[in-house]
C-alpha cells in the first residue's frame, strides 16, 4: 500500500504560538488531501479538502484563518494551526488520494497537538 | 442527525464469538463504503471495502443495503488482536472524495 508521512508526530506548544503539520505522500503523487481533526472519544472530522496548486475546501464551521492548508506540490501538504488555544488540542490526521487509485484513501500516523 | 451513525459500544466479547456491528447512513448519494479500523493514538486502517452484493474477507464479512441505508459488519471468530474500533466510512455525495466517519464501534475481546 502507499505510504503518507506526518511530522511532526507529537507536539507540545504554548498558546498563542503557531504551529505547522506536514503531510508528505512518499511513493506516490496525491492530486488532493484531506485534513480531519478527531477529538477524544470522538470520530474522525474531516476539517478541510485541498487540491494541489489551489485554494482548500473548508468544511462547514472550520475557520480558514485559523487553520491554514498550502499543497504546494503533488506529494505535499502542510496544516498550519494559528494562534493555538488549548481548544485546538487535538489529533490531526491527514490523507492522500491519487486519481489513479480510485476512492482509496491512505492516512498518515496523525500529528497529536497539545496546547497549553 | 449524524451523517453516519454507529452504535459505540463497547462490545466485550470472549475469544471465538461471532460478533456484528451496525451502522447507518443519511446521505442517498453516497457512493463509496468501507469499514476501517483504529486502534487506541493511531491512525485509522482501511479493512475492507462494502459493496452491493456483500464481501467477504476471510473472518471478516461486510455487507451494504441501500435501500435501507444500512452497512454491516461480522466477524467471526473473534481474536485478542481484533480489539480496535472499527469506523463505518461513507463518501459524502458521488465523486468527492470526501469520506464521513462514524463514530466507531469499540470492541473488547477477552480471553
Known amino acids: 500500500g502507499a505510504v503518507v508521512s506526518q511530522h511532526p508526530s507529537r507536539v507540545i506548544c504554548k498558546s498563542g504560538t503557531s504551529v505547522k503539520i506536514e503531510c508528505r505522500s512518499l511513493d506516490f503523487q496525491a492530486t488532493t488531501m484531506f485534513w480531519y481533526r478527531q477529538f477524544p472519544k470522538q470520530s474522525l472530522m474531516l476539517m478541510a479538502t485541498s487540491n494541489e496548486g489551489s485554494k482548500a475546501t473548508y468544511e462547514q464551521g472550520v475557520e480558514k484563518d485559523k487553520f491554514l492548508i498550502n499543497h504546494a506540490s503533488l506529494t505535499l501538504s502542510t496544516l498550519t494551526v494559528t494562534s493555538a488555544h488549548p481548544e485546538d488540542s487535538s489529533f490531526y490526521i491527514c490523507?492522500?488520494?491519487?486519481?489513479?487509485?480510485?476512492?482509496?484513501?491512505?492516512f498518515g500516523p496523525g500529528t497529536r497537538l497539545t496546547v497549553l | 442527525r449524524k451523517e453516519v451513525e454507529q452504535d459505540p459500544g463497547p462490545f466485550n466479547v470472549p475469544e471465538g464469538a461471532t460478533v456484528a456491528f451496525n451502522c447507518t447512513y443519511s446521505?442517498?448519494?453516497?457512493?463509496?463504503f468501507f469499514w476501517y479500523r483504529q486502534d487506541c493514538r493511531k491512525e485509522p486502517k482501511l479493512l475492507m471495502s462494502v459493496y452491493s452484493s456483500g464481501n467477504e474477507d476471510g473472518r471478516f464479512t461486510a455487507q451494504l443495503n441501500r435501500a435501507s441505508q444500512y452497512i454491516s459488519l461480522l466477524i467471526r471468530d473473534s481474536k485478542l488482536s481484533d480489539s480496535a474500533t472499527y469506523l463505518c466510512?461513507?463518501?459524502?455525495?458521488?465523486?468527492?472524495?470526501?469520506?464521513?466517519f462514524g463514530q466507531g464501534t469499540t470492541l473488547q475481546v477477552k480471553p
Open positions: 466510512v461513507v463518501t459524502r455525495g458521488s465523486n468527492t472524495g470526501k469520506l464521513i
Open positions: 490523507s492522500a488520494r491519487s486519481d489513479s487509485r480510485g476512492d482509496t484513501q491512505y
Open positions: 446521505n442517498s448519494a453516497s457512493q463509496s
